[in-house]
């Protein structure tokens, strides 16, 4: 509630851009991803688009260590390619992280560079993606939520 009195913890490390669909913004996902970059470069010095809400932020790739880009099930939104596209012709070095997930929950896997396999998502299809993604976790959260009495999700 008092948020603007919390003390600013001092930043270290190399300046990490985090590319991620805005699905994932401000999810229990997106604080497990931070964590996770931060171990990987030992660095808390991360720029968290969600931060910024829907405002653009691609103009600090420049200013970019490294570039981290978030892979969901196999697919980059348009906005996380567009940023990638940038990063990589500005020769940036890029790491891209895989979310998937399995019975037991959320699971990621480091890749170096940008995997082929990986499918890259028109706006449109982000759309379409973004839509059957939010309904399900939706759907998966009244079922557990209203029947079972649970509030835990997925993502």
Do not use: C
């Not at 990490?16 to 497990?32: A, C, D, Q, R, V």
């Not at 079922?143 to 993502?155: A, F, Q, V, Y």
């Amino acid at each position: 509630m008092m948020g603007f009195l919390k003390r600013r913890k001092k930043k270290y490390g190399p300046f990490i851009y985090l590319s991620e669909p805005t699905l994932l913004y401000h999810t229990k996902t997106e604080k497990g991803i931070v964590r996770a970059v931060e171990e990987k470069f030992n660095s808390n010095n991360i720029l968290v688009p969600s931060d910024y809400g829907l405002k653009d932020t691609s103009p600090k790739i420049k200013d970019a260590d490294y570039f981290v880009a978030i892979a969901v099930l196999g697919k980059f939104t348009s906005l996380v390619g567009r940023e990638i596209k940038i990063a990589q012709e500005l020769g940036k070095p890029i790491y891209t992280m895989l979310l998937d997930k399995d019975v037991e929950g959320v699971f990621y896997t480091w890749v170096e560079g940008v995997p082929e396999d990986v499918e890259w998502l028109t706006p449109e299809e982000t759309q379409a993606f973004t839509h059957k993604f939010v309904h399900e976790e939706y759907m998966a959260y009244l079922k557990t939520g209203l029947i079972l009495g649970s509030r835990k999700r997925e993502w």
